[in-house]
């Protein structure tokens, strides 16, 4: 079952480690990001920063969208991790059951529009978040689970 | 404290300096703003009184509370003071304060069972997150992935 989808440019740290884990009673982190697939350092890195007893796998966009579409990922409480909107847009439209989409750490760069203290996008991000809404996702902005939930499409 | 009485279990961090208040903002940081703690920056004022203060603090507890407290390092006054009070069993005093132990302590403060056990656990946890990252890192490279 898919608990969440997260995009985190950090993908796993403190708040998803332990506020987020928690919060969702996840059982599995899946971090879903083609660099993180092909780079053992990273990889290993992340799964160190997952915390203890829970599941941790990192796979490419393409891989994860034919596992979760299969009955492999079945028995696990999801935490999916992803680090870009065209990589969250993807798995919204490709892989059934991924309605609900926070965005949780998007650092401010040239050419961004800060939406909350934690979310920074660029007009591509932002076609990439009305994509997800017309997919029917729920799209909402918080660091942290106790955060007020502040839904994307009254900020974009 | 008789076992399975539900307690109210009051933290409070208590350090030498303003290590207590910057570990509290730390971990508000990582889990959101409203936290179940108190501070005590002991020593940031002239006429300070670590033995009155611990005091204001035990005598504070109602009937059925106890008080967790993190403090920074074992054999120092602040711990001192409160470790006075531990006959009682109201009063638990934890040392060699980290972030980790911090976590857990906040995570697992409404876990039901005896509070000794709980703390003895966050504890547990607390020290495996003291690590040299270089040579975890290293050994978990040459494990296999994980997969489904």
Not at chain 1, 43 to 64: I, N
Not at chain 2, 93 to 119: C, H, K, Q, R
Request: contains cysteine; negative net charge; hydrophobic residues 45%.
């Amino acid at each position: 079952m898919i608990k969440m989808l997260r995009l985190d440019e950090r993908l796993i740290h403190g708040q998803v480690a332990f506020a987020w884990t928690n919060s969702l009673g996840a059982d599995c982190i899946f971090v879903i990001n083609d660099d993180v697939a092909g780079n053992k350092l990273r990889m290993t890195s992340l799964k160190l920063a997952a915390p203890g007893g829970v599941k941790f796998v990192a796979k490419s966009v393409d891989e994860a969208i034919s596992l979760l579409n299969g009955n492999k990922t079945d028995k696990y409480k999801l935490f999916l991790i992803v680090d870009n909107t065209a990589d969250a847009l993807r798995l919204v439209k490709e892989v059934k059951n991924v309605n609900h989409v926070n965005l949780g750490n998007m650092k401010v760069k040239e050419g961004t529009k800060v939406l909350t203290p934690s979310i920074a996008v660029t007009e591509a991000d932002i076609e990439n978040i009305r994509g997800m809404i017309a997919e029917g996702a729920e799209v909402e902005c918080r660091a942290v689970p106790t955060d007020k939930k502040i839904i994307a499409e009254s900020l974009i | 404290m008789l076992r399975g009485v539900k307690q109210m279990r009051k933290l409070l961090v208590a350090t030498h300096g303003r290590f207590a208040e910057g570990i509290g903002e730390t971990l508000r940081l990582i889990l959101g703003d409203s936290q179940p703690l108190e501070i005590l920056n002991a020593y940031t004022v002239l006429d300070f009184d670590m033995a009155k203060t611990a005091k204001e603090y035990v005598s504070g507890l109602g009937e059925d509370e106890e008080l967790i407290v993190a403090a920074d390092i074992f054999g120092g006054s602040v711990a001192n003071a409160f470790t006075e009070y531990i006959a009682e069993g109201k009063v638990h005093v934890v040392t060699g304060l980290n972030l980790p132990l911090l976590i857990g302590l906040v995570s697992s403060l409404d876990e039901e069972g005896p509070t000794g056990e709980m703390i003895q656990n966050a504890i547990e946890d607390a020290k495996e997150g003291i690590m040299y990252a270089n040579q975890v890192i290293n050994e978990t490279m040459e494990e296999e992935e994980e997969d489904f």
